[in-house]
């Protein structure tokens, strides 16, 4: 690879970078080597300032967020939000909602897994909000952060928002259904087990049943 970028453009060194941390990143998901995934990371450090230099600020936001995923495969999760966070900035600074929404999604699940709920949330609840205004018109850029939103508000105890985000999911799944011309693919059977799991959720919280809450969400959990 050194021997092919060298005295390349940086168009050129892009691409090839590019391909290259493209191998690796298959070959982690084929036998999830962390010598591979160390160097897909390494690749998309080297090929992130080549992407701004030549201003190709979607591209550089989406690899910021690549990085940000694989971060946590090689021992450095403290650096997940700080390159979901450029990677945010990059986004709102050039108008790419579909990026900022992606950004936002990541920094709302790091937010949550660290215990800070409602910090979590609140991030979700935006990254949902960029969704809708995606330019690149993808449907899955919206079902991507309703899933983790209603997985959120379910750990949370949040059951009163859950409703409606489900049916607006189901919605979104048969959209992108119809569009891709397939039959019931999987979003659409995780809509349908949220709302068996929402319908069990609310069914235990009944004073009829007297089940306690907490343990409600955990059976619900644990079914699912």
Known sequence: MEELVALRSNDACSRILLAFSNAHQQRFLETGSKDNARSYVGLLERRIPLLGTLQRFRDQGEAMCNLSTMLCFVERK???????QRARDVGA?????????????????????????EEGLALLRNALVAAE?????????ELDVLESLIYALFATHS?????????????????????????????ELNSLLWSA??????CHCTPRLKTP????????????
């Open 78 to 84: 403290s650096e997940v939000a700080t390159w979901y």
């Open 93 to 117: 600074a050039h108008g790419f909602f579909s990026l900022e929404s992606k950004a936002c999604r990541g920094l709302g699940m790091a937010a949550m897994e660290e215990g800070r709920h």
């Open 133 to 141: 205004l995606n330019e690149l018109d993808d449907p899955a850029c």
């Open 159 to 187: 059951v009163e928002e859950v409703e409606p985000l489900v049916l607006r999911y189901q919605e979104a799944a048969k959209a992108q259904s119809k569009k891709e011309g397939e039959g019931v693919c999987l979003v």
């Open 197 to 202: 799991r929402l319908h069990e959720v609310m």
């Open 213 to 224: 809450y907490h343990s409600s969400i955990i059976t619900s959990s644990t079914a699912i």
